[in-house]
Nanobody
């Protein structure tokens, strides 16, 4: 069955870094665009970063440009979100998403940025 398993979340101080990973299985990973979304308490889920199926194109939200980098390894069925210079407002549950003709979601991983 389809699985998207996020990992790498945790508690980090402002200015710190975290690397989120999403391991995919149960579908043809290399045919799907992949994204990271986040949802903070009391807020709507928002798109953080997107990468094309072949990894040649990426885009990210204005709020994270220059700080977050999305990448993928189609040989390992994995998508990565490298997060640097973290701010308290980055605190949220981060979700992995796969989309082509349908959309799949992971369960999410908590990221907390606090001193």
């Amino acid at each position: 069955q389809v699985q998207l398993m996020e990992s790498g979340g945790g508690l980090v101080q402002p200015g710190g870094s975290l690397k989120l990973s999403c391991a995919a299985s149960g579908f043809t990973f290399s045919s799907y665009a992949m994204s990271w979304y986040r949802q903070a308490p009391g807020k709507e889920r928002e798109l953080v970063a997107w990468i094309s199926s072949d990894g040649r194109s990426t885009n990210s939200a204005h709020s994270v440009k220059g700080r977050f980098t999305i990448s993928r390894d189609n040989a390992k069925n994995t998508v990565i979100l490298q997060m640097n210079s973290l701010k308290p407002e980055d605190t949220a549950v981060y979700y992995c998403n796969a989309v082509r003709y349908t959309s799949y979601w992971g369960q999410g991983t908590q990221v907390t940025v606090s001193s």
